[in-house]
């Protein structure tokens, strides 16, 4: 018993252990393999997140297919994600299952205390997958999974580098197969890369987890926190461009996990507090927004064998406060009830079906099906199709923000999006191969538009809208191989149209056409390694580059030195807002590690 409550509870198996096929993906309510699942799923496991030169759960991201990762200023101190055209609304944040998706604005999603030495891998589904989750992840879901130290650890880092960047981490861990700890904590401070503008950034984190097994109830719970202090110069309008931000980030949750019979049974209560300080500066005069939302949630889900397949049910019940001085107060609840179910129809076929029953308190209720069918080709290869139906409400800043700059809209209505999807994957030992053609067509797509010529974005619903594409993700892990540790590379391709009315949109339209991805890793010597990863994008308005990052690590019994590189082509590339990524940054570090 006490076997498949760690299993319920995502303890990881290790693709170097057992091969990336084995691994469990959690964030889907079967918790099926990446073998045996009927999505597009992208897993980047411990292994790959300790050599990439990515210190931002954004840059770890951007390097999966279909993910549009925008940055604004430096040390990632602001990003929003987007797959495979969606824009931030439409993406959902999960934290061992946790849903993150803040009431305010979906740029503050990223806001999390969770470092990257606090991760254990993160799971990617693309796509139809979210019927768990109410609807809302209408492009796909995100789900973090934490670390769970198997003895006691201690481990340190600094480092420095370009714009004046000086920082540092520190965790400690402890645990064994029945309970475990860990603390992480981190602190980056950069002078910014626009000298003669205000881009500094001042971010610190901490967050501590654990688990127990108290059999049969397994329990995990975590607490974090995270504050930001930066520079946000043309983040958001050229209109308007001094303006300064500060966020803090809280989250608390949770969970317990048990067996009764062939029924696994799970639940979890969470909070989220965030806080949001915005300037902007116009001449001599500051204009201040102050934003206060609290999330308060409740989930329970339960899956098991039923007749010939698998059952999975949950419910869940979320409220949401906002108080602002540029909102007004508002009070919101979603709940919501599903179910899924999956059974084998014939010689190596699989069929699932599900829906999802939510009702928004604000905007009435929606019903929310799916249905994906594989088959499995031959030892190595499957296909699998896949639909489903999503709904997303506005966020209050798209319906009540009045400022200058912009303007919401309070007759919004949600939107509604059909998805399908057609994969081919390919497994077979140390070669994983996955190809997708995807559509989404959605009804009343949420935007924000302004006329040629004019300042103030007013958001609004827009008709018409349909996307396109495909994408091809090929990774190689050699068991083997003297000097070649993996290696890997994808491309996505990505077409939309969308009745505009002749206005000028923000997001909708502001995708990438062709994205291509490299990966890899190398043992150049006794103990030194070289991780490299390039990503280029080329977007619908002509914006394109090519985003170049390495990092060389020479490891000295338990001391680490690394020196880093990122965007090594100096590229004047804009992801997000009106300003460029940083330029070519060079950075220095050394870590130290105690492991057992």
Not at 45 to 50: K, L, S, T
Not at 93 to 122: C, F, S
């Amino acid at each position: 018993m006490a076997a498949s409550i760690v299993l319920l509870f995502s303890m990881p198996i290790q693709a170097g252990e057992a091969g990336l096929d084995s691994m469990v993906v959690t964030a889907s309510p079967m918790q099926s393999t990446l073998s045996d699942g009927l999505q597009s799923v992208t897993v980047i496991d411990r292994a790959r997140i300790e050599a990439t030169p990515a210190i931002t759960l954004a840059e770890l991201l951007a390097m999966v297919p279909g993910m549009d990762v925008r940055r604004r200023g430096a040390s990632g101190v602001q990003a929003d994600i987007g797959i495979r055209g969606t824009a931030y609304e439409q993406t959902l944040l999960l934290v061992n299952g946790i849903p993150l998706k803040d009431p305010q604005t979906g740029h503050h999603d990223l806001n999390l205390p969770v470092a990257p030495e606090h991760i254990e891998r993160i799971e990617v589904i693309r796509g139809p997958g979210g019927i768990a989750w109410g609807g809302v992840a209408t492009g796909g879901l995100v789900n973090i999974i934490t670390r769970r130290p198997e003895a006691t650890e201690l481990g340190a880092q600094v480092r420095a580098g370009s714009f004046a960047t000086r920082g540092g981490q520190f965790h400690v861990g402890t645990g064994g197969r029945e309970s475990g700890h860990l603390l992480s904590a981190s602190v980056e401070v950069s002078d910014g890369h626009l000298p003669e503008s205000r881009a500094d950034s001042d971010l610190r984190r901490a967050m501590y987890t654990g688990h127990a097994l108290l059999d049969p109830v397994g329990l995990t719970w975590g607490i974090g926190a995270e504050d930001k202090d930066f520079g946000a110069w043309k983040f958001y309008t050229a209109d308007f461009p001094d303006q300064r931000e500060e966020t803090a980030s809280r989250l608390a949750y949770l969970a317990a996990a048990s067996q009764v019979e062939s029924w696994d049974l799970a639940a979890r209560i969470f909070w989220r507090g965030h806080d949001d300080w915005f300037l902007t500066r116009v001449g001599e005069i500051d204009f201040i927004n102050e934003h206060q939302t609290d999330v308060r949630g409740l989930r329970v889900d339960a899956r098991g064998d039923l007749g010939q397949g698998v059952l999975a049910v949950g419910a869940g019940l979320t409220r949401e406060w906002i108080e602002s001085s540029a909102l007004d107060d508002h009070r919101r609840t979603e709940s919501s009830a599903w179910a899924a179910y999956r059974q084998d129809v014939g010689q190596g076929s699989s069929l699932e079906i599900g829906a999802n029953a939510v009702r928004f308190g604000d905007h009435g209720s929606e019903l929310l099906p799916s249905i994906a069918l594989g088959h499995r080709l031959s030892d190595h290869w499957q296909a699998h199709l896949s639909s489903a139906r999503t709904a997303r409400v506005p966020s209050w800043t798209e319906r009540f923000l009045v400022t200058g700059g912009n303007v919401g809209n309070p007759d919004l209505e949600p939107e509604r999006s059909l998805l399908h999807e057609a994969g081919l994957r390919y497994l077979a030992g140390q070669h994983r191969l996955a190809m997708a053609l995807f559509e989404r067509r959605t009804t009343d797509l949420i935007d924000w538009a302004r006329q040629r010529g004019e300042v103030t974005w007013r958001a609004d619903n827009f008709a018409g809208h349909r996307s396109r594409g495909g994408e091809i993700e090929w990774r190689w892990m050699p068991a083997n191989h003297s000097w070649i540790n993996h290696l890997g590379a994808s491309w996505t391709a990505l077409t939309t149209r969308l009745d505009d009315g002749g206005r000028e949109l923000k997001y909708a339209l502001d995708f990438p056409r062709h994205a291509w991805t490299a990966d890899g890793q190398f043992e150049l010597g006794a103990r030194l390694e070289l991780s490299v990863n390039a990503r280029r994008v080329q977007r619908r308005a002509g914006n394109r580059g090519t985003l170049l990052a390495a990092r060389l690590a020479r490891q000295f019994g338990a001391v680490q030195l690394h020196v880093e590189g990122n965007n090594l082509f100096d590229e004047a590339l804009i992801e997000a807002g009106f300003d460029t990524v940083p330029g070519r940054g060079v950075f220095a570090g050394m870590s130290w590690r105690m492991r057992p």
